[in-house]
């Protein structure tokens, strides 16, 4: 067979040519892969790498061993990178090799097949329990991966990550813990484990200390009435939170009631008393880029400084993104301020230029340890977290 001759139809840009070769490739099966491993692995191909892949996710048993085998070679980076991603391209098909996988001595192989399980979502459902298994892995990037690998696969697991919290094997409790928060939050949890998550974030919360608030939104007031903040802005359902798990959950990159479509809008983190401030950390408070949620940071700026007398705003930038800052007084806004992606401002704190006598108050990106505190955190569900639609995994 002259398979030079074949990559290089493969590689035309001529459909008339190309097609043809794929089919050839296709009728070949197993006896076409070297070659086409041969030209996935090579940078100087002239075959798109992409298509080998992509081809080669089409040839059968003999196609998936010779990919899983690449993963657990010692590859440079860029072939290994595409092996990697052919492999997270095999689905239900190869069924049988993707549990077997998951027992590979690689621990490469062992998460690429834990990811093909995860992208397969609920209807992976039969593996719950070999996934549940890495969570002995001895490597934690595979423990981490079955757990992003069973919130996928969704609620149907929850039965069984219970069953670990009840029964052990005593190792895998802890992993078992973060998956069903991460299906379910805390209402998935037993009640003896909701008993201790409460236990947990209380004890945490009384001995919290500030942290940097640089990516987060937030909206800031004087004093430490947090009822108060909660009353005006409806938030509800308040527990117990500390400084690093709150921001986290402000964020939307972890959470504590089941998921919706914008995890960020949905809870807010409301701080202790930070050297006389409270700050509400959520992005339900993000002005930027959208003008309706712009339009509801304004009003809570109102309705806040209307009861404390003075409330500022602050949208965080993150890396290259939007910052934004607000003031209001007295209910009304006196002024604002929004620095964009495309404004040359570099290192520039976007507070610079405030042209009002209102003192700034506590600057969230300057919070550090040392800044007074009194009492503790609350982690809070915003409006739009109890009337979002769920969003269901899988």
């Not at 709150?246 to 959470?255: T, Y």
């Not at 109102?302 to 209001?328: E, K, M, N, P, Q």
Request: charged share 25%.
């Amino acid at each position: 067979m002259d398979f030079e001759g074949l990559i290089s139809d493969l590689a035309s840009p001529d459909e008339a040519i190309w097609r043809p070769a794929r089919s050839t490739f296709k009728e070949l099966g197993d006896a076409g892969v070297p070659a086409l491993m041969a030209e996935l692995l090579d940078e100087e191909s002239p075959l798109d790498w992409a298509q080998a892949g992509f081809l080669l996710r089409e040839l059968g048993d003999g196609a998936f061993c010779a990919i899983r085998d690449a993963v657990a070679a010692d590859l440079p980076k860029e072939p290994a990178r595409r092996v990697r991603w052919t492999f997270g391209g095999f689905f239900g098909e190869y069924w049988d090799r993707l549990l077997e996988s998951l027992e590979h001595p690689s621990a490469d192989v062992r998460e690429c097949a834990a990811l093909c399980l995860q992208r397969m979502g609920a209807e992976a459902l039969p593996a719950t329990g070999a996934l549940i298994r890495l969570f002995g892995d001895p490597d934690p990037d595979v423990q981490q991966r079955a757990i992003w690998a069973l919130e996928e696969l969704g609620p149907g697991t929850l039965d069984a990550l219970r069953e670990v919290r009840r029964s052990g094997p005593g190792a895998y409790r802890a992993n078992a813990f973060s998956a069903i928060m991460n299906i379910g939050g805390p209402a998935a949890l037993s009640g003896k484990d909701q008993d201790l998550w409460r236990r947990h974030l209380g004890a945490k919360a009384v001995a919290d200390r500030p942290q940097e608030i640089w990516e987060n939104s937030c909206v800031t007031v004087p004093g430490g009435d947090q009822q108060a903040i909660l009353e005006i802005l409806d938030f509800s359902d308040a527990s117990p939170m500390y400084f690093d798990l709150g921001l986290a959950v402000a964020s939307g990159s972890w959470w504590t009631v089941p998921k919706v479509e914008h995890e960020e809008r949905a809870e807010a983190f409301v701080t202790p008393e930070v050297d006389g401030w409270t700050l509400v950390v959520s992005g339900w408070c993000y002005p930027a880029w959208d003008d309706e949620w712009y339009a509801r940071t304004r009003d809570a700026l109102r309705r806040l400084s209307d009861r404390f007398g003075v409330a500022w705003g602050f949208a965080g930038r993150g890396y290259g993104g939007t910052a934004a800052w607000a003031c209001a007084r007295n209910g009304e806004i006196i002024w604002e301020r929004e620095v964009t992606q495309n404004d040359d401002w570099g290192d520039a704190d976007p507070a610079e230029g405030i042209d009002t006598d209102e003192p700034l108050g506590v600057n969230p990106i300057h919070l550090t340890e040392q800044t007074p505190v009194r009492g503790a955190g609350l982690r809070a569900l915003t409006p739009y977290g109890r009337d979002a639609p769920r969003r269901v995994p899988g």
